[in-house]
């Protein structure tokens, strides 16, 4: 029977205005059954499982068959599922062999699986392999980098839905275990924009300052509740298995339910299979470490009492071995008085041996006595004392002489000695040595130093005379007025000066004369 004809037999109730059956919506829902069950029977349906979660707590299964272009729901009863030799599998493309019927209570159809037969790898796995072949040869998913979680964690960071039973199933879990501060960075977990805010939240984790006033967390749980490969497909993405490879804090991935995996877990430190059991892997049970830690004492003071029981059993076992305090003495006793009995004569050979020995040197005093010797002694230090002194007085003299010698011509080349046959030192203001008339200005100041103290004076009249003397006979008549000037400003008659003297011829000095011993001062 056709559709058309199921749905327009007469029944026994119909409108008298409109000449139309009316049905009942089970009516209805049965007919809609049969004729669908009629026109198609068993086929065969190819299509990729998707939403697979496992049996159902009644032991049926229950999933979607889907291609590019549409989606049919299955069901596997719970003998069925039992006696497949395929079971289902999320993302497994397949050909259900099976009866097309409808379900009423949700006005829906539906395909009875009766079996499975693999049919290759669905587009969405064969991308996902795809894109876990090329992120492992980079080096992500690599073993020997992924580090230990931290044994108890001061703060728990956790990348999930704020909103979903996931973040509530985490926070009652540490609750049990082992409490810990837990910070919650709330993000999309499916859809559109749901990789680049898990990355994001990742990332600022990440970025969080240690001891700043938002507390770094030690480690991280990246979690979502289980979905279809589409509703994870966010975990999937390239974005967030890099932000994942990169965190520098130990990461925990719990996304799905265990028979479901994403790119995450290979990047992460650890895989949970739920979300419950991410929050087990990142702290421990208070109450058993509290245990295991009353355990451990026990079994020290135990391992110390044991100790204590074998060191005494073993002292006991050495002081029963240990010979007896006559025993252990004899030998040594009778090494004693064997000792006893050699020391008495060796003592006696030992007194004679140094008797002899200071017998032959008292004879040897009494022949050579060391007075002599002494006095022999003190001859030759006598002899040896008078030549040195004899020898340092004639170099002092010599020296002394030399010193003499040396004063000598010091005072006569001194100034002073100048200054002594009546001549006067004539300074300036600043100290300096006035040689020229020239450089005294009228009305200076002038210091005059005699050979027995000094005067200040001021300088009055005019310089010399521009224009010397033409002839001897004015020389001299100027030479007699200088004179005279100086008698009349009371100033000291200098001696004439004397003819120069021719030198006399220098005399090389002798070995003994006092230049030969010493250098010239000039």
């Given at each position: ?59 049926h299964a229950y999933f979607s068959l889907k291609d590019g272009n549409a989606k049919i729901d299955a069901v596997v009863w719970k003998g069925t599922l039992n006696r497949l030799r395929q079971k289902p599998k999320e993302g497994l493309e397949v050909v259900a062999t099976g009866k097309i019927t409808t379900y009423p209570g949700k006005s829906s159809y539906q395909i009875v699986v009766e079996s499975l037969e693999p049919a290759g790898i669905g587009a969405w796995m064969a991308l996902l392999e795809e894109r876990k072949r090329l992120l492992a040869a980079e080096g992500l998913f690599a073993p020997e980098r992924k580090r230990p979680i931290p044994y108890l964690p001061r703060v728990v960071g956790v990348v999930t839905s704020p909103t979903g039973a ?357």
């Amino acid at each position: 029977m056709s559709i058309l004809a199921a749905l327009t037999q007469p029944q026994p109730s119909q409108s008298a205005a409109t000449n139309q059956t009316e049905w009942s919506v089970g009516d209805l829902a049965a007919a809609l059954r049969r004729t669908l069950e009629d026109a198609f029977g068993h086929v065969r349906l190819r299509g990729e499982i998707s939403g697979y979660r496992g049996p159902h707590g009644s032991g049926h299964a229950y999933f979607s068959l889907k291609d590019g272009n549409a989606k049919i729901d299955a069901v596997v009863w719970k003998g069925t599922l039992n006696r497949l030799r395929q079971k289902p599998k999320e993302g497994l493309e397949v050909v259900a062999t099976g009866k097309i019927t409808t379900y009423p209570g949700k006005s829906s159809y539906q395909i009875v699986v009766e079996s499975l037969e693999p049919a290759g790898i669905g587009a969405w796995m064969a991308l996902l392999e795809e894109r876990k072949r090329l992120l492992a040869a980079e080096g992500l998913f690599a073993p020997e980098r992924k580090r230990p979680i931290p044994y108890l964690p001061r703060v728990v960071g956790v990348v999930t839905s704020p909103t979903g039973a996931v973040i509530r199933d985490i926070l009652h879990r540490l609750e049990d275990r082992f409490p810990r501060p837990v910070l919650v960075w709330p993000v999309r977990v499916q859809g559109e924009g749901a990789a680049e805010e898990v990355a994001a939240a990742i990332r600022g984790f990440n970025a969080l300052a240690p001891g700043g006033p938002i507390p770094r967390p030690d480690v991280l749980i990246v979690a979502r509740g289980g979905g279809s490969i589409e509703d994870l497909w966010a975990f999937n993405e390239e974005v967030v298995v890099r932000a994942a490879f990169e965190s520098a804090i130990p990461l925990i991935s719990a996304v799905g339910h265990e028979t479901d995996t994403t790119l995450i877990d290979y990047a992460a430190d650890r895989r949970a299979p739920t979300p419950t059991g991410a929050a087990e892997m990142a702290v421990p049970v208070h109450a058993e470490l509290t245990a295991q830690i009353d355990d451990l004492g026990r079994r020290q003071r135990g391992a110390v009492l044991r100790k204590l029981d074998r060191d005494r059993s073993d002292l006991r076992a050495s002081v029963r071995a240990m010979p007896g305090a006559d025993a252990f003495l004899a030998g040594k006793r009778q090494r004693l008085d064997l000792a006893e009995a050699r020391l008495r004569p060796a003592l006696a050979n030992n007194a004679r041996t140094f008797r002899d020995r200071l017998g032959r040197v008292l004879e040897r005093l009494a022949r050579h006595p060391p007075e002599l010797g002494l006095a022999r002694a003190r001859a030759r230090l006598s002899a040896i004392d008078h030549r040195p002194r004899t020898a340092i007085l004639h170099q002092i003299g010599r020296r002394a002489d030399a010193l003499a010698g040396l004063d000598r011509l010091l005072g006569s080349l001194s100034y002073r000695a100048v200054l002594a046959r009546g001549y006067a030192l004539v300074r300036d203001e600043t100290g300096a040595s006035v040689r020229s008339a020239a450089q005294v200005a009228p009305g200076a100041r002038l210091r005059l130093e005699f050979a027995d103290g000094g005067a200040a004076v001021r300088a009055e009249g005019e310089g010399p005379e521009a224009d010397g003397p033409q002839d001897g006979g004015r020389q001299q008549d100027g030479e007699r007025q200088q004179e005279v000037g100086r008698q009349q400003d009371g100033v000291a008659d200098a001696p004439p000066a004397r003819p120069a003297r021719r030198p006399a011829k220098r005399r090389e000095p002798t070995a003994d004369a006092p230049a030969a011993r010493q250098g010239s001062l000039f």
